[in-house]
């Protein structure tokens, strides 16, 4: 099972996924894994008992530097079912407040015997750095940092894509918005690459995709109609109004205009394309409400989704975490 | 077991409870048979270990947009106790604030496989609302909506009626206070109503008393010695502070000189009659110390068997998804 | 079983722990059963399950009136590795903020079944008006009340101790810092002096130490060479900025060279001796970063132990509840 691979942070020596900061750097077969583990987890839901007790007596911390209640209910509910219990640590009201520096809060929270850190914060970087600087016997994963990542977010994702598609390789997929401020486009980008879809756009105004789209293996188009072109997967961004104050853009109706989803537009892209969006929506901004309703739409399925695939991260990395109790 | 009655919003073609709205079109032997299964949790509370895996696998949620510590404490202890897991959705820290409308966050709180939503809120008919939107596989209880219901406080209260009183049928309840703006009071008088009771009253002051009393099926009374003669049970309301401001009533010192309960003023009701409160009390205003800490007080019972109540509903509830899933 | 000794409110008729409100009036005997049963608990955190179902079934609620993320999340890991149920009842957005009083509160939260109360609070003696006032079904659990007691920080620093040294009996500890408006200092000081170690000094400048520090059992120093001269344990304790405004102190500056513990002033102390620290740290003030993450610091493992500790004290006041169990 040993690897030759270079040594990654997020891999441990049986290239066993010991951190989930990033999508950058992890392997098909790796992904391929992650979306096979959740297949194991999507049939849970409809059973009367939705628990397995794989997690049983381990410790799962969330720690959110931001707040987002989604995000953390999902993990929490993830780890839940499987058996772990949940340590809901506020680090806004916290000793962190108290002068205390980042790292002394994390030695501290590991000596409380965390096995995993869930991590939100409003910087870039911000799980890696607390990954680094993990004891060996924790786990991080990464719950959206920044304008980084969120790669829980980009799998879920892929795997309401696989569960409609099947196979990535014909698949042509266009990312819509605000690309340029989305932790989850670039996250979706890297995952979408790396499972080698035929081709990924983006589509938007000049202002908000990022100058060095086509380095990251995407074509860019700035006309809706154009950019969804026999699309087979439609992935609108959340709009996020708080980054709009800087006039980037004229006005949410000019948006619209531009960049809504409708349903006549929609006919650009494949007769059986899907409609995601990561949520919360802006309905009448980034789509219109019968896309947002209608039968192409994907979007709760996501959100379902979304708990099997953070079981299938929360399961793995204690998997490898399985490995060093072996060793010891 | 299959039911003729007219449909309703609250009961499953089996004539099981699906949703607790409101006691409003509950039938006399549903709500016979909340009390007995209340009866059977009862005593729990007195062994070492007080759960059964009755809910075990599944998933409740505090869905509070109105803060109330107490009742969610209530609810999430009720699920703990029949080893369900519980997910508490601060709805104000979510996605509503971020422009999201109330059916998305509710579509997508199903989406995370919820079997049941607790709902708290400020508005009359929020839990209506939501229970005609959620998805057939949901259950809605009812923790409060505006001034329009509160049928597990109802319940809980019938519940310590019965412990202490036995038979409703011969018994004279009075109930003291804000009868108008009160939730509480209106599902009290709907379920002494339909449990038979022998009379029930309301007392207070003009401005406190709603209109349409009679029509309730009520007694109206002004004088509080009269309205408690003879009674088996005396129902004090909370006076909503917050809800006096526009002078309805003069001062809290003339409100108790004038409806204030006393251990004197009690010698006019029955001398073995209950005192009850749904808490929090404000003493010296509602009630004299004295009576809320005298032999007559059953005020801390009520808290307690409000648990057992809760696991009633709860369980029943769950019971008529187990309905379902034999179907599907 | 039975003790001859005079009762205690901390204690039930068999002598065994009831309430743990401070080290105050607690034999030696029962704090060595306390680091005993700590010591069973320790090694839970090394195992992939790290729980035992000891309090399978029971009911323990945080009573956080003063806000302490740390110490309610320990105490919640705690209860959590027992298999009990934990309620964190936030007190500020309850019921007591609608004018119902304390006593009322607690009232209400024991009828909700609660087997335990872990109560932090601003006030002195908080703690232990609730114990008086608690039914005999309930134990209450001190997690700090004003300047007076945080009698689990105090073992959790015994037990620290213990497994460093071993024997208390042969040891010199210095406690150095804020003695004056120490919870921490307190109980410490009367657990050192219980266990019997040879000498406890305190160092400080004048203005942070007690005026009755020698009738307390401990020696004064105000230099700190000196003070830690041949102690085999330095305590260093928090400097608690928000109380340093009364400009008892010219700056921090000041206070680190004069306090600061730095590895040349340790050159003073055993060789062999430990530093400790309730956190969290200020570096540069209480301490230098070299002492602080140096050979000596034995700071992180107190948190690790906190939970063992805690542990020990939860079960062992829930077993004094069986006792009553058997006789009813």
Known sequence: MASSR???LQLNENGRLRHFLTIEGLSRDLLIRILDTAESFAALPGRPVKKVPLLRGRIITNLFFENSTRTRTT???AAKLLSADVINFNIGTSATSKGETLLDTLRNIEAMHSDMFVVRHAQSGAAHFIAEHASPRVSVINAGDGRHAHPTQAMLDMFTIRKHKGDFTP??????????????ARSQILALN?????????VGPRTLL??????????????????????????????????????LLPSEHEYFRLYGLTDERLENAKPDA??????????????????ADGPRSVILQ?????????????SMAMQSQADLEVEA
Chains 1, 2, 3 share one sequence.
């Open 6 to 8: 270079p040594r990654d």
């Open 75 to 77: 993990f929490e509910l």
């Open 171 to 184: 698949l042509r997929v266009a990312i819509v918005g605000d690309v340029l401020h989305s932790r989850v």
């Open 194 to 202: 790396t499972l080698g879809v035929s081709e990924v756009r983006v």
């Open 210 to 247: 990022p100058s060095d789209a086509r380095s990251m293996g995407v074509h860019v188009f700035h006309d809706l109609a154009e950019g969804i072109r026999d699309v087979d997967v439609v992935i609108m961004l959340r709009l996020q109004n708080e980054r709009m104050d800087g006039a």
């Open 274 to 291: 899907i409609v995601m969006h990561p949520g919360p929506m802006n309905r009448g901004i980034e789509l219109d409400s019968a896309v």
């Open 302 to 314: 996501q959100v379902s989704y979304g708990i099997a695939v953070r079981m299938a991260v929360l």
